[in-house]
Structure formats: structure tokens, C-alpha cells
């Protein structure tokens, strides 16, 4: 999981353009948790309903030859090139996000700036529907996310300098262009 956590703090320190608020994501147990509790039941479908008026979710699932964890959300990034950051300048963050290609809010949410803590499981499901079919030996990928991002009518992210605009609880430290605590590493009990 630290690779999925990795890959997610490294595509949050390169958004373009750049944010002056993204914070450094952590891994969290109790986000892992439910995010395992819901892959385990092997539905193509957010939720639980009550747990998504808190928390934001991404799914992933592939089928057939293996994939390594970090290409299960890679698809998640390449939304970005469907995704057009809030212009003018003037309006952020209030301007309303635009996405060109049939979605792109997986990419929004990973770079939702304040959604600074992520939980993720994965499952293999024997059986699972899929847009109307049954796939087979499915590896099915969950990630929540907290606070939940993906607000309509507003930005991820506010664009400026990096670390320009973090907020207090972060003390004015910056990293590899995301708000820090100066916790670089958790322990990570899922593999």
C-alpha cells in the first residue's frame, strides 16, 4: 500500500497547473478499513451509502493478466488529460471544474488538495458484475479518501506557488510542493 500512497503524493506534487494548497497525503487505518469492508463484498458500485457523505472513493478493477497495484490506479492520473483547471485566474476556486472526456472526477479526487489522508484495499472476487457482465477471478481496488473531495462548483486545488497558501496546521512547512506536517513515513500493516 506505501506504493499506492506514494504514487498518489507524487502525482499531488507535480498537478499543472500548480497548487498552492495541496497537502501531503498520509495513509489511514481506519480509511483501509472500510475501504476493505467494501471490496470484500465485491460490488462494482460506491459505497456504502452512508459512509459516502464523508468519505470519496475511487474503484478499480482489472481482469486477466496480472497488473500491478500502482497500474490498478494509473487510469485514475490519465484522466487528467480530460480535465481542464478552473480559468480565469480571477474566479478560483469558485470557477466550475470542466471535464472534456466521459469523466475524470478519479483524477480530481486524488488531487483534491485537502483530502490529505487515503485507506485502500484490494480483493480478488470470484465473481463480480461489471457494466452488465460477470468477470471472473476480478482483482477489484478501493480507495477512500478523507475529507472527500469533488465538491461541484469547486477547484481541487487553489492554483499559485506551491506551499503559498497551505494551510496553518501545517506550520509553514513545505515538501516536494505539498503542505507538510513533517511525517514522511507511516506504518503500514496491509501486505
Known amino acids: 500500500m506505501s506504493a499506492l500512497l506514494d504514487y498518489h503524493n507524487r502525482v499531488r506534487s507535480k498537478v499543472s497547473p500548480p497548487a498552492a494548497n495541496m497537502e501531503y497525503m498520509v495513509w489511514d487505518e481506519r480509511l483501509a478499513k472500510s475501504a476493505e469492508s467494501w471490496a470484500n463484498q465485491c460490488k462494482w458500485d460506491h459505497g456504502p451509502n452512508q459512509l459516502m457523505r464523508y468519505v470519496g472513493q475511487n474503484l478499480s478493477i ?10 490498478l490506479v494509473k487510469a485514475w492520473h490519465d484522466e487528467r488529460q480530460h480535465y481542464t483547471f478552473p480559468y480565469p485566474r480571477e474566479c478560483n476556486p469558485s470557477c466550475p471544474s470542466k471535464c472534456s472526456g466521459s469523466v475524470c472526477t478519479h483524477y480530481t479526487q486524488m488531487v483534491w488538495a485537502s483530502s490529505n489522508k487515503i485507506g485502500c484495499a484490494i480483493n480478488t472476487c470470484n465473481n463480480i458484475k461489471v457494466w452488465g457482465s460477470t468477470w471472473r477471478q476480478a482483482v477489484l481496488l478501493v480507495c ?23 494551510p496553518p496546521s501545517y506550520g509553514g512547512i513545505c515538501s516536494n510542493n505539498m503542505c507538510s506536517s513533517g511525517v514522511k513515513s507511516n506504518k503500514l500493516s496491509w501486505f
Open 144 to 166: 477512500n479518501y478523507s475529507i472527500k473531495g469533488n465538491w461541484i462548483g469547486e477547484a481541487p486545488y487553489k492554483l499559485g506557488r506551491p506551499c503559498s497558501a497551505c
Open 62 to 71: 482489472h481482469s486477466g493478466r496480472y497488473k500491478s497495484v500502482v497500474d
